[in-house]
């Protein structure tokens, strides 16, 4: 909490102010009362855009980064911490309080604004430079959070003088006028960011537009009422630096367009044909055509690469659907590529689809690479899809349902599938299982995150269903799939998956005899990757549940 100061003791002018201008009331165009509510709303607006800055550096850092959570604690530790550093050195700015909040009001603009675009180019053109450069992202987004908190601390102090010479009163009272309206502009810029500019505008223009309207606003107060407290230097300097901020700041709008392309291609490479944000997450399709694979990619994380998909999706889908499969429910898997595989068994009456992103689907449907790729899965009438989240599906569905449930779902790792791990989850996958019926879970990478694998197999066994470890690697090399996002090239390495098969009695990974065959699984190379899971494992680790995730 910032502490509130008393009103400047008397002193001789400061250089940047007009003969006498902090000793007495400001000499304001415009009535007190008219003065004070102006102030009042200068404090509201640029309050909501320092929330702004805040809110974008959160989410910018998590889908860059992953680990919102980690992320989240950085940006506001280190913000928090600033504005404290930030209020204290401001007292040497109150006797220039109307030039100094004008110069800070610039310059929050012009680093907040551009914040988003420099992070994003960071991450684009360096990610995969290595050596000093593999931390370049965090150590840009700890010194944004450092310099916006410093400058958005450094305002309170300068805006409580500000206040006072429009019109003295009580410590007390000016303080619970300046945090009321600072704590609304909070709220409405809070409410702006996820519900207007973000689905709006995007992550960079909405950091930019924020940045405009703060330098305009600040700009618009110091210049505006307080224009005779400045020297004519001072004035000047301001209305310069405020029109180079704003130039600033609408080139980089004009050019936003051209940046994100350039920085899709540098970090998907030029084959990156369809990317579009639906409102749940961005979605990149690179390749597919001109006999190229096919790469998909969910927040900037491969999640599916054509080089060696079938490996994947075999190994997820055919050992559970060993036995009854006459009703399959699949989570996830809005690409259509495991409703593929289900598909090639005879026998399947009915294939439901709880995919949270409609987005994805349609694409699955529509692009011509990737349904092609899926064999055009969604246009079977056997085939339903419902968009919704899959827990709170699970909790509305009928028990004893489905005699297989795939969950191919992202990364254990990432935190907006924790719960999609939890005890809690898999309690509601058994429940929707029918006698005999059978579980497969996509657990994550076994060989770069044993941890992770083992976790989520001790979190099946704890929701009451007994467990066979298996898994499946990659021959070929590409780029790494995983929690964290992977700009091309970075990591050039051998990928392998790690599954879960669960049922009410012990289950065992094979192959149906009377199935069809995979073009790539067999049953050498499944008890093989069955045996090497079963090499990894870590025993005594706990589960993970809703209030106590251990990803």
């Not at 509510?37 to 860059?64: N, P, R, T």
């Not at 110069?103 to 053109?125: I, N």
């Not at 940045?211 to 009422?225: D, Q, R």
Request: proline letters at 7%; glycine letters at 12%; one cysteine or more.
């Amino acid at each position: 909490m910032i502490e509130p100061h008393a009103p400047a003791p008397p002193r001789s002018p400061a250089p940047g102010s007009a003969p006498g201008g902090p000793d007495g009331p400001a000499r304001l165009p415009v009535r007190p009362g008219t003065g004070r509510f102006l102030v009042l709303a200068g404090v509201f607006v640029c309050a909501a855009c320092g929330l702004v800055y805040e809110l974008e550096l959160v989410a910018l850092a998590s889908y860059l980064m992953g680990d919102s959570v980690t992320q989240a604690s950085v940006v506001l530790s280190v913000m928090v911490f600033a504005m404290g550093i930030g209020s204290l050195a401001a007292k040497r700015l109150r006797g220039l309080a109307a030039a100094g909040f004008g110069a800070v009001e610039a310059t929050l603009a012009l680093v907040g604004g551009c914040s988003a675009m420099a992070l994003y180019a960071v991450f684009a053109w360096t990610g995969d430079w290595g050596g000093m450069w593999a931390n370049g992202p965090r150590c840009l987004l700890v010194a944004f959070s450092l310099a916006i908190g410093l400058l958005i601390g450094a305002e309170v102090p300068l805006l409580m003088e500000l206040i006072q010479r429009v019109r003295r009163q009580d410590a007390g009272g000016a303080v619970a006028d300046l945090f009321a309206a600072d704590y609304v502009g909070a709220l409405v810029g809070g409410l702006a960011f996820p519900f207007l500019l973000l689905p709006f505008l995007g992550q960079l223009t909405g950091a930019l537009l924020t940045g405009a309207v703060n330098t305009v606003v600040g700009g618009a107060l110091v210049l505006g009422l307080f224009r005779r407290d400045l020297t004519r230097r001072a004035r000047w300097l301001l209305l310069i630096g405020n029109g180079l901020v704003l130039a600033v700041l609408a080139s980089a709008a004009v050019l936003v367009d051209d940046f994100e392309q350039a920085a899709r291609q540098a970090m998907y490479g030029e084959d990156a044909r369809v990317a579009l944000q639906t409102g749940v997450k961005e979605v990149v399709l690179a390749g597919g055509t001109d006999g190229r694979p096919l790469d998909i990619y969910f927040d900037g994380r491969l999640r599916v690469s054509g080089r060696d998909e079938l490996r994947f999706h075999e190994a997820l889908v055919h050992p559970a659907m060993t036995g009854p499969h006459a009703r399959v429910l699949i989570l996830g898997g809005g690409d259509g590529l495991a409703v593929r595989e289900v598909l090639r068994h005879s026998g399947v009456d009915r294939v439901d689809v709880v995919e949270l992103d409609a987005e994805v689907v349609r694409l699955a449907r529509t692009d011509p690479a990737l349904s092609a790729l899926n064999e055009h899965a969604f246009g079977d009438p056997r085939v339903r899809v419902t968009t919704a989240d899959a827990f709170n599906w699970l909790r509305g569905a009928t028990p004893a349902t489905y005699d297989v449930v795939v969950s191919d779902l992202p990364d254990p790792s990432i935190t907006a599938s924790t719960k999609l791990y939890s005890q809690e989850f898999y309690g509601l996958a058994r429940r929707v299982l029918a006698p005999g019926g059978r579980l497969v879970v996509h657990a994550g990478p076994v060989a770069a995150c044993p941890r992770v694998y083992w976790t989520v197999e001790a979190t099946v066994r704890a929701a009451g269903l007994r467990t066979a470890p298996y898994g499946t690697g990659s021959r070929r090399t590409g780029a790494r799939a995983g929690p964290d996002r992977t700009p091309a090239g970075r990591f050039r390495a051998l990928r392998d998956w790690g599954f879960v098969l669960a049922a009410r009695t012990d289950p065992r990974p094979r192959l149906d005899p009377d199935g069809p065959r995979p073009s790539v699984l067999t049953e050498a190379s499944l008890a093989a990757g069955e045996r090497a899971t079963r090499r990894t494992r870590i025993r005594g680790l706990p589960a993970s549940t809703l209030v106590h995730p251990r990803y």
